[in-house]
């Protein structure tokens, strides 16, 4: 285990400016959802089925636009695909706040469909700005500073909330979308390699052949897989504490939850070795299972640090094998795959987990959101045991090592 490569990473001024820019612009949208479900239960007298349905039309959204926003990157470039959400956040988030229940479900799904797609952004130049055996720890460094995006967020989001009520954080939202997008129009990172010329000096032609494989679509099983053990704790958080009544200690318990899915992401990046997804999802969904016995403020918190230490790694390292599997110039594409297994895994869960807080209270949204992660984490360690769905021998290493 070494921390050195961090160093190194930091030290690249290019590499450095493109995390803080990650960093602060991640965090609007890390505090969106907190801030949306409030709303919904709060100040529109909502059920946490309706906040859920809300939740699930917005990640259908940034189902459908992400790999479509992927592709436009890779073929466009990146601030003609980036401005359309800039001009779309501008106009949703305010209309938002004036229109009853049954109008945020299609304004929702707008918001999804003109996300600005940070962590493919983010994603995508650093496969171009470092070397591939520094991509982990690159992978990891930006899962660990978006988890400070995510400590942040939410606490922020609900602070507004509590001081001057949902309608003026969501506008709040809206802006600082826009101006985040407005920084990655200004930077403009490099989303692919220079063409190699040829012997002749043309450009060298690009293979536009098929990029998806059966373990590429286990990646964006365990990706959905993820981001519903993800949902069914921030939900579980957000229900538990208001059960409670101690929604203002929901920065406690997310800050936990955050700085151990930090810490997590660090260790991750610093290992000489990969760790399986597969391995990361079932390990993942087992400790989210028991969250709810946290029956206070403080037992709570303690309860999510386990689950929170594997979350920075297993998307990680699912992104770590997008990179080694998917040609450079089908990564936007892939990564946009990615996004929409993460927002799938959201959409298709969040009205069941909702319903399950309603049902049988808090606990049933970490009951259900562990439950599916680790039978989608089975699902794919099964499908990994034949032997022809296996990655080829030249593409199924990490750093050398067979995996």
Known sequence: MAFSGYAQLWADRSVRTLFVAAFFARIPAM?????????????????????????????????????WRGRAIDRIGLRRAVLPSIVAVVVLYPVATVVDYVWLIPISFLMGVFLIPIFSIVRLALTVMVEEDQRRTAFSADSVLAEGSF????????????????????????????????????????????????????????DSGRWVSVPVVFLFLISAGTMVALIGTDLGIVAQLRELDAVGSVGITYGLWGLSSLLGGLIYGALNTSIRPTYLLLALGLTTIPVGLGGEVWSLSLWVIPTGFLCAPTMTAAGEWIAKLVPEHRRGEAMGWQGTAFTLGGAASSPIIGAAIDGVGAWGAFVVGGSVATLIACVALFGQMIPRWRPSPELATIDGRPR
């Open 151 to 206: 400590i942040i967020g939410p606490a922020v989001g609900a602070l507004i909330v509590t001081q001057a009520g949902g309608g003026p954080a969501l506008i709040t939202i809206g802006v600082c979308e826009a101006l985040a997008g407005a920084l990655f129009l200004w930077l403009d990172p490099p989303t692919r390699s220079a063409p190699k010329p040829r012997g002749d000096g043309a450009e060298e032609p690009v």
């Open 31 to 67: 505090a969106a959802p907190l801030v949306f479900t409030l709303y919904v239960v709060g100040e529109l007298d909502g059920t946490y089925t309706q906040a859920g349905v809300l939740a699930a039309t917005t990640t259908l959204g940034i189902a459908i636009g992400a790999p």
